[in-house]
C-alpha cells in the first residue's frame, strides 16, 4: 500500500523556522508530483505548495511565497517544506500529497494523502 509520512511539525516561536518532511513508500517516489496543503482549524483544506517529479518546478500560494521552499530527494522517497519567517496563521496541520499528474493550486484532487504533522507558531 502507499503511504505517505509527514514528520517535523512541533510548536515554534512567529518568526522561526521549521522543516516538515514526507515520507513516501509503495510508489515509484521520482513519478509522482507531491503536494503540500495545511487545514487549520474550522477552515477547509488550502494548497500550500507543489513540486515536479524531478524537483526542477515549483509552485507556492501567495501567502507562503518567498517564506517556505519545497524540494524532494528521489533517492530517500522524500519531500520536505522548509519554512521561514512563521506566523500565527501559519498554524494547521500540514499534509503532503502524490499524484501521477499535476493539480492546480485549487485542486485537493490528489490520489494519495499524508496522515499530516500539526505545526503550531504563537505569537
Known amino acids: 500500500q502507499v503511504q505517505l509520512v509527514e514528520s517535523g511539525g512541533g510548536l515554534v516561536r512567529a518568526g522561526g523556522s521549521l522543516r516538515l518532511s514526507c515520507a513516501a513508500s509503495g510508489l515509484t517516489f521520482s513519478r509522482y508530483y507531491m503536494g503540500w496543503f495545511r487545514q487549520a482549524p474550522g477552515e477547509e483544506r488550502e494548497f500550500v505548495g507543489r513540486i515536479s517529479y524531478r524537483g526542477s518546478s515549483t509552485s507556492y500560494a501567495d501567502s507562503v511565497k518567498g517564506r517556505f521552499t519545497i524540494s524532494r530527494d528521489n533517492a530517500k522517497n522524500t519531500v520536505y517544506l522548509h519554512m521561514n519567517s512563521l506566523k500565527p496563521e501559519d498554524t494547521a496541520v500540514y499534509y503532503c500529497?502524490?499524484?501521477?499528474?499535476?493539480?492546480?493550486?485549487?485542486?485537493?484532487?490528489?490520489?494519495?494523502w499524508g496522515q499530516g504533522t500539526q505545526l503550531a507558531v504563537s505569537s
Open positions: 500529497a502524490a499524484d501521477l499528474n499535476i493539480r492546480g493550486s485549487g485542486s485537493t484532487s490528489y490520489a494519495y
